[in-house]
T-cell receptor, first 112, second 111 residues
Framework: AQSVTQLDSQVPVFEEAPVELRCNYS??????LFWYVQYPNQGLQLLLK??????LVKGINGFEAEFNKSQTSFHLRKPSVHISDTAEYFC??????????FGKGTRLSVIA | DTAVSQTPKYLVTQMGNDKSIKCEQN?????MYWYKQDSKKFLKIMFS???????INETVPNRFSPKSPDKAHLNLHINSLELGDSAVYFC??????????FGSGTRLTVV
């Protein structure tokens, strides 16, 4: 079975500062990795995904993530955040024939 | 044109009632899911259907019964609602289980 650990439950950051949201996973087989964003009172929107190939994945809204197999990590980064990035961010993993398993989420709060 | 649509968006009901949540996807995906998001935002799979067939049924009380009349629809019926059922329920769909598209959620409040 797969599992996901998001190391920070809350991350406050000033506007225009860089941010990194950390995600580690556990699996005995190869995985697919995802980051989703949930704005207040809304559903989940896919930010980016890693399926195979280049370990640096670029997503929407200026986010990117790097897959590191040796460290079993998939950290999300943005070089300069905006107020509108304030949301809950979820890392998730599956193997292609198992359901998506989510981490507990990281609340990103951007401070003006 | 919404890809995965759920109705209703909000549902407030009394303990002991029976209620249903409907989900429809127009993406042509083969697999549909129900997830529950608790008050701490934790998302947990409840059910998964592939082409109308139940393939995953996690440890969920049997008061919860999913029904898939066709591969574009997956409904969730809940009997004898309890306070602990209060949560946000998300429907999702995928093709080859890679990259899910989620609905906007149904916030269920049991009073």
């Amino acid at each position: 079975a797969q599992s996901v650990t998001q190391l920070d439950s809350q991350v406050p950051v000033f506007e225009e500062a860089p941010v990194e949201l950390r995600c580690n996973y556990s699996s005995s087989v190869s995985v697919y990795l995802f980051w989703y964003v949930q704005y207040p009172n809304q559903g989940l929107q896919l930010l980016l995904k890693y399926l195979s190939g280049s370990t640096l994945v670029k997503g929407i809204n200026g986010f990117e993530a790097e897959f590191n197999k040796s460290q079993t990590s998939f950290h999300l980064r943005k070089p300069s955040v905006h107020i509108s990035d304030t949301a809950e961010y979820f890392c998730a993993v599956n193997t292609g024939n198992t359901p998506l398993v989510f981490g507990k989420g990281t609340r990103l709060s951007v401070i003006a | 044109d919404t890809a995965v649509s759920q109705t209703p968006k909000y549902l407030v009901t009394q303990m002991g009632n029976d209620k249903s949540i409907k989900c429809e996807q127009n993406l042509g995906h083969d697999t549909m899911y129900w997830y529950k998001q608790d008050s701490k935002k934790f998302l947990k799979i409840m059910f998964s259907y592939n082409n109308k067939e139940l393939i995953i049924n996690e440890t969920v009380p049997n008061r919860f019964s999913p029904k898939s009349p066709d591969k574009a629809h997956l409904n969730l019926h809940i009997n004898s609602l309890e306070l602990g059922d209060s949560a946000v329920y998300f429907c999702a769909s995928s093709q080859f289980e890679v990259g899910y598209t989620f609905g906007s959620g149904t916030r269920l409040t049991v009073v």
